[in-house]
Protein backbone atom coordinates (compact mmCIF):
# COMPACT_ATOMS: atom_id res chain seq x y z
CA UNK A 1 0.00 0.00 0.00
CA UNK A 2 1.22 3.44 -0.89
CA UNK A 3 1.72 6.08 1.61
CA UNK A 4 -0.85 8.06 0.22
CA UNK A 5 -3.12 5.66 0.52
CA UNK A 6 -2.44 4.51 4.04
CA UNK A 7 -2.94 7.79 5.13
CA UNK A 8 -5.83 8.51 3.24
CA UNK A 9 -7.31 5.57 4.99
CA UNK A 10 -5.89 6.06 8.25
CA UNK A 11 -7.53 9.90 7.74
CA UNK A 12 -11.13 8.36 6.91
CA UNK A 13 -10.90 6.29 10.03
CA UNK A 14 -10.16 8.52 12.32
CA UNK A 15 -12.81 11.32 11.29
CA UNK A 16 -16.12 11.29 12.81
CA UNK A 17 -19.35 10.37 10.63
CA UNK A 18 -21.06 13.32 9.01
CA UNK A 19 -17.23 15.33 8.44
CA UNK A 20 -16.91 15.39 5.09
CA UNK A 21 -13.07 15.10 3.47
CA UNK A 22 -11.53 17.51 0.91
CA UNK A 23 -8.52 16.26 0.33
CA UNK A 24 -6.06 19.06 -0.71
CA UNK A 25 -3.82 18.01 -3.58
CA UNK A 26 -2.17 21.39 -4.32
CA UNK A 27 1.45 21.50 -6.01
CA UNK A 28 1.50 17.67 -5.45
CA UNK A 29 1.34 15.85 -9.78
CA UNK A 30 -1.79 14.22 -11.11
CA UNK A 31 -0.21 10.79 -10.14
CA UNK A 32 -0.97 11.47 -6.27
CA UNK A 33 -4.67 12.10 -7.18
CA UNK A 34 -4.52 9.45 -9.27
CA UNK A 35 -3.43 7.07 -5.98
CA UNK A 36 -5.99 9.00 -4.05
CA UNK A 37 -8.92 8.75 -6.63
CA UNK A 38 -7.95 4.50 -6.58
CA UNK A 39 -8.50 4.66 -3.43
CA UNK A 40 -11.69 5.73 -3.63
CA UNK A 41 -11.54 9.59 -2.43
CA UNK A 42 -13.47 11.65 -4.95
CA UNK A 43 -13.31 15.79 -3.56
CA UNK A 44 -10.05 17.32 -4.23
CA UNK A 45 -8.92 21.22 -3.46
CA UNK A 46 -6.80 23.26 -5.61
CA UNK A 47 -5.77 26.93 -5.13
CA UNK A 48 -4.56 27.96 -8.85
CA UNK A 49 -6.40 28.06 -11.49
CA UNK A 50 -4.06 26.77 -14.09
CA UNK A 51 -2.90 24.36 -11.85
CA UNK A 52 -6.51 22.93 -11.66
CA UNK A 53 -7.01 23.17 -15.58
CA UNK A 54 -4.21 20.76 -15.55
CA UNK A 55 -5.07 17.77 -13.22
CA UNK A 56 -9.03 18.44 -14.25
CA UNK A 57 -7.56 17.49 -17.73
CA UNK A 58 -5.80 14.54 -16.20
CA UNK A 59 -8.41 12.77 -13.55
CA UNK A 60 -11.49 10.92 -13.80
CA UNK A 61 -14.16 13.03 -14.84
CA UNK A 62 -16.43 12.41 -11.56
CA UNK A 63 -14.07 13.85 -9.60
CA UNK A 64 -15.12 16.88 -7.81
CA UNK A 65 -12.81 19.94 -7.79
CA UNK A 66 -12.81 22.38 -4.52
CA UNK A 67 -11.44 25.81 -5.10
CA UNK A 68 -9.89 26.73 -2.12
CA UNK A 69 -7.22 29.58 -2.45
CA UNK A 70 -7.71 33.04 -3.64
CA UNK A 71 -9.76 33.54 -6.50
CA UNK A 72 -9.23 36.77 -9.06
CA UNK A 73 -12.57 37.70 -10.99
CA UNK A 74 -10.61 37.10 -13.77
CA UNK A 75 -10.04 33.50 -13.53
CA UNK A 76 -13.82 32.38 -12.08
CA UNK A 77 -14.48 31.83 -16.61
CA UNK A 78 -11.86 29.20 -17.07
CA UNK A 79 -13.19 27.23 -13.69
CA UNK A 80 -16.90 27.87 -14.14
CA UNK A 81 -17.32 25.07 -16.64
CA UNK A 82 -16.47 22.06 -14.28
CA UNK A 83 -15.52 22.98 -11.00
CA UNK A 84 -17.97 21.89 -8.09
CA UNK A 85 -17.54 24.26 -5.11
CA UNK A 86 -15.85 27.50 -4.87
CA UNK A 87 -14.99 27.70 -1.07
CA UNK A 88 -13.26 31.03 -1.04
CA UNK A 89 -15.42 33.55 -1.78
CA UNK A 90 -14.51 36.90 -0.05
CA UNK A 91 -16.53 39.86 -1.70
CA UNK A 92 -19.90 40.40 -3.16
CA UNK A 93 -17.77 41.22 -6.66
CA UNK A 94 -16.46 37.65 -6.83
CA UNK A 95 -19.83 36.48 -6.18
CA UNK A 96 -21.80 38.03 -8.90
CA UNK A 97 -19.03 37.05 -11.23
CA UNK A 98 -19.27 33.91 -10.08
CA UNK A 99 -23.08 34.63 -11.08
CA UNK A 100 -22.47 35.59 -13.96
CA UNK A 101 -19.93 33.05 -15.53
CA UNK A 102 -21.97 30.01 -13.67
CA UNK A 103 -25.02 31.40 -15.77
CA UNK A 104 -23.16 31.56 -19.14
CA UNK A 105 -22.55 27.74 -18.70
CA UNK A 106 -25.74 26.82 -17.47
CA UNK A 107 -24.79 25.50 -14.36
CA UNK A 108 -24.86 26.21 -10.53
CA UNK A 109 -21.95 26.58 -8.27
CA UNK A 110 -22.05 25.77 -4.69
CA UNK A 111 -20.01 28.45 -2.86
CA UNK A 112 -18.90 29.15 0.77
CA UNK A 113 -18.12 32.23 2.38
CA UNK A 114 -14.94 32.47 3.68
CA UNK A 115 -14.51 34.30 7.08
CA UNK A 116 -11.81 36.33 8.46
CA UNK A 117 -11.48 34.75 11.86
CA UNK A 118 -7.99 34.41 12.92
CA UNK A 119 -5.66 36.71 14.58
CA UNK A 120 -3.57 37.56 12.05
CA UNK A 121 -3.82 40.99 9.73
CA UNK A 122 -2.93 38.52 6.52
CA UNK A 123 -5.19 35.73 6.48
CA UNK A 124 -7.55 36.32 4.03
CA UNK A 125 -11.57 36.64 3.93
CA UNK A 126 -14.40 38.58 4.96
CA UNK A 127 -14.48 40.51 8.00
CA UNK A 128 -17.40 39.36 10.22
CA UNK A 129 -19.31 42.68 9.76
CA UNK A 130 -18.31 42.60 6.20
CA UNK A 131 -20.20 38.84 5.71
CA UNK A 132 -23.06 40.77 7.32
CA UNK A 133 -23.17 43.48 5.24
CA UNK A 134 -23.08 40.96 1.92
CA UNK A 135 -26.12 38.57 3.35
CA UNK A 136 -27.91 41.96 4.28
CA UNK A 137 -27.43 43.29 1.29
CA UNK A 138 -29.67 40.29 -0.57
CA UNK A 139 -27.52 40.91 -4.09
CA UNK A 140 -27.40 37.27 -3.53
CA UNK A 141 -30.98 36.40 -3.60
CA UNK A 142 -31.09 37.20 -7.14
CA UNK A 143 -28.21 34.76 -7.90
CA UNK A 144 -30.32 31.66 -9.48
CA UNK A 145 -26.91 30.09 -10.16
CA UNK A 146 -24.87 30.36 -7.08
CA UNK A 147 -25.65 27.85 -4.62
CA UNK A 148 -24.60 29.20 -0.83
CA UNK A 149 -23.47 26.23 1.08
CA UNK A 150 -21.85 27.75 4.18
CA UNK A 151 -18.63 28.97 5.68
CA UNK A 152 -15.34 28.79 5.09
CA UNK A 153 -12.72 29.88 7.80
CA UNK A 154 -9.07 28.98 9.06
CA UNK A 155 -7.42 29.79 12.60
CA UNK A 156 -4.61 31.79 13.59
CA UNK A 157 -1.04 30.20 12.77
CA UNK A 158 -0.25 29.04 15.97
CA UNK A 159 0.50 26.14 18.82
CA UNK A 160 -1.68 27.67 21.13
CA UNK A 161 -4.54 26.11 21.39
CA UNK A 162 -6.86 28.16 23.06
CA UNK A 163 -6.51 30.44 20.33
CA UNK A 164 -7.60 28.15 17.51
CA UNK A 165 -10.18 26.94 19.55
CA UNK A 166 -11.65 30.36 19.94
CA UNK A 167 -10.66 31.44 16.41
CA UNK A 168 -12.87 28.31 15.61
CA UNK A 169 -15.68 28.79 17.90
CA UNK A 170 -15.95 32.06 16.56
CA UNK A 171 -16.64 31.12 13.03
CA UNK A 172 -19.00 28.90 14.45
CA UNK A 173 -20.97 31.12 16.35
CA UNK A 174 -21.20 33.23 12.56
CA UNK A 175 -22.85 30.68 10.86
CA UNK A 176 -24.91 29.76 13.60
CA UNK A 177 -25.74 33.35 13.08
CA UNK A 178 -26.69 33.76 9.47
CA UNK A 179 -27.88 30.47 9.15
CA UNK A 180 -31.00 32.13 11.23
CA UNK A 181 -31.19 35.36 10.07
CA UNK A 182 -30.90 34.31 6.34
CA UNK A 183 -30.79 30.40 5.77
CA UNK A 184 -33.24 29.28 8.37
CA UNK A 185 -35.31 27.25 5.63
CA UNK A 186 -32.25 26.20 3.51
CA UNK A 187 -31.32 23.07 4.30
CA UNK A 188 -28.80 23.47 1.51
CA UNK A 189 -26.35 25.48 3.46
CA UNK A 190 -24.90 23.46 6.34
CA UNK A 191 -21.07 23.41 5.39
CA UNK A 192 -18.39 24.51 8.01
CA UNK A 193 -15.19 24.22 6.41
CA UNK A 194 -12.33 24.78 8.99
CA UNK A 195 -9.65 22.39 9.90
CA UNK A 196 -6.18 21.27 7.86
CA UNK A 197 -3.98 18.84 8.63
CA UNK A 198 -2.72 20.31 12.06
CA UNK A 199 -5.44 21.13 13.20
CA UNK A 200 -8.73 19.48 12.16
CA UNK A 201 -9.23 17.22 15.47
CA UNK A 202 -9.67 20.40 17.52
CA UNK A 203 -11.91 21.84 14.04
CA UNK A 204 -14.21 19.18 14.43
CA UNK A 205 -14.59 19.73 18.44
CA UNK A 206 -15.52 22.94 17.66
CA UNK A 207 -18.16 22.52 15.11
CA UNK A 208 -16.38 21.82 11.69
CA UNK A 209 -18.58 19.26 9.70
CA UNK A 210 -15.79 19.79 6.02
CA UNK A 211 -12.41 19.49 6.69
CA UNK A 212 -9.55 20.38 4.31
CA UNK A 213 -6.34 17.96 4.36
CA UNK A 214 -3.55 18.09 2.55
CA UNK A 215 0.03 17.24 3.60
CA UNK A 216 -1.05 14.47 6.07
CA UNK A 217 -2.52 12.91 3.01
CA UNK A 218 0.14 13.67 0.24
CA UNK A 219 3.76 14.87 2.32
CA UNK A 220 4.79 18.10 2.36
CA UNK A 221 5.03 20.21 -0.43
C1 LIG B 1 -3.22 24.35 1.65
C2 LIG B 1 -4.54 24.55 2.27
C3 LIG B 1 -5.10 23.56 3.09
C4 LIG B 1 -4.39 22.26 3.46
O1 LIG B 1 -3.39 22.50 4.40
P1 LIG B 1 -2.50 21.28 4.99
O2 LIG B 1 -1.82 21.91 6.15
O3 LIG B 1 -1.57 20.87 3.90
O4 LIG B 1 -3.43 20.21 5.38
C5 LIG B 1 -6.38 23.77 3.58
N1 LIG B 1 -7.06 24.91 3.31
C6 LIG B 1 -6.55 25.89 2.53
C7 LIG B 1 -7.35 27.10 2.27
C8 LIG B 1 -5.28 25.74 2.00
O5 LIG B 1 -4.78 26.71 1.23
Not at 150 to 167: F, H, I, K
Request: glycine share 6%; with cysteine; hydrophobic share 40%.
Amino acid sequence: MSDITQHLLSLRHALPPGVDLVAVSKFHPAEAVAEAYAAGQRVFGESREQELRAKHAALPQDVRWHFIGHLQTNKVRAIAPYVSMIESVDSARLLAEIEKQAAACGRVIDVLLEVHVAREETKSGLAPDELRTLLNDGAWRNMPHIRPRGLMAMASNTDNTDTVCADFRAARQLFDEVKAQHFAHDDNFNVRSWGMSHDWPLAVECGSNHVRVGTYIFGER
